[in-house]
């Protein structure tokens, strides 16, 4: 005989309470998207609000994650807890995640102060996916005082995290390429924070100068002269030039909290939310009305007898926003 499901319901409850095991059931029914779970998750985003959510992002050998396990470790020795959501890339084909960042923070996973967990970005445009930021809102109702997302890396995703993110640090490392490049894919700009990592390296007082030059010639992401981006060094290697990152973390949340700036900000995050929950559930209904149609069209695209563009219009057609055909 099968063992009833706990509802959602409960399981907040005991999120609430401090239950690690019921956080990640949460967050597996986030990653489900299921109708039966919007209530709880309605209840956990009204508990939250009190975390400070870090996004932590940077091309890839920048040590985002050996930064990520190194600032949990110093948050730990101050006495805080600390969630982490590693948001990794997905397969197409199975929507599984690499589990390669949970392996790095291996050192970190039986604190019962941490909580880390991988979610997949499951194709979502950016790399930020809905379920990522309700996990988000799962540690921060269970009372963790910073919540670290840590992306990839890669494409739009250091943008998008940018949009949900309190406080964004961008990780660069020394000897790591065309620095003016990294400019040019935009991931420099959306900085509040920037760490140079591995600053035992003879190189690294060359990557902190040019960083400094650069900032000269830009403002922060908020688009206010208000806050300046920080360039901190950091050895992981040496436990060094943690306690000067977590100072610049205290500030710019004081300027969140305390300026008009920030408090735009906080509303943009909001938007940000809801327009990614629209478009989850724009595109389930559009999915539930045209499954039929859908399949009629896409046999006579293959066949070749209309174009792609054809297609789309035949698809839409008579669709509106309630997903009635």
Known sequence: MMATPVRSDALVERALAGDNAAMARLMSRAEAASPECRPAFARLYAKAGRSRVIGITGVPGSGKSTLVSMLTLKLRALGKRVGIIAVDPSSPYSGGSIMGDRIRMSELVNDEGVFIRSMATRGAHGGMARASLEAVDVLDAAGFDYVIIET???????????????????????GLGDDIQAIKAGILEIADVHVVSKCDRSDANRTISDLKA??????????????????????SA??????????????HSQHIRNSSAGQQRLRKIAEFRMLKTAEDLLAQRFLDARQSTLTAISARLSDRQISPYQAAEQLLAGFNLQGQA
Request: charged share 15%; glycine share 10%.
């Open 152 to 174: 990839v890396g890669v494409g739009q995703a250091e943008v998008e995290i940018a949009r949900a993110a309190h406080t964004v640090v961008v990780v660069s490392a020394p």
């Open 214 to 235: 650069m900032l000269t010639m830009g403002l922060s992401l908020d688009g206010s002269s208000l806050w300046q981006p920080p360039v901190v060094p950091t050895s």
């Open 238 to 251: 040496k436990g060094e030039g943690f306690e000067q990152l977590i100072e610049c973390l205290d500030r």
